[in-house]
Each structure stands twice: as C-alpha cells, then as structure tokens.
C-alpha cells in the first residue's frame, strides 16, 4: 500500500512523469498508470464499507 501512496504523492503533488515514477521505482509505466487510476484509499478509520444490513428481531 505504501507504493501506492508514493505512486500518487509523486504524481499528484510533486508533478512527476510516470515516465519518470517508473524509472525511479523500477516499475513499468503500465504498473504506475494502474495505480493511478485505483480510487484513493478511504479516510475513514474503519474502511469505509457499508456495515451489512442487521436484520431486527
């Protein structure tokens, strides 16, 4: 998870190619460009899933 945060740190903060994230990270740019289209983990604590539906007895 932590390449995946340096990934997108690099590219949306720093302004770095993925050119140049690949070569520096020793990944292909097609690995750098999967990253980059996940969704951005989620902030909340827990995970952010849905808890599943309790049903009421």
């Known amino acids: 998870m932590d390449i995946i945060a340096e990934i997108r740190r690099r ?3 720093g302004h770095e190619s993925i050119s140049a994230i690949a070569r ?3 990944l292909s740019r097609p690995t ?3 990253h980059l289209n ?3 983990p989620s902030v909340i604590g827990w995970g952010g899933a849905i808890p ?3 049903p009421v007895v």
Request: cysteine-free; overall charge positive; glycine content about 0%.
């Open 11 to 13: 590219y949306f903060v």
């Open 24 to 26: 520096s990270l020793s």
């Open 32 to 34: 750098v460009r999967k």
């Open 38 to 40: 996940t969704p951005p």
């Open 52 to 54: 599943p539906h309790q």
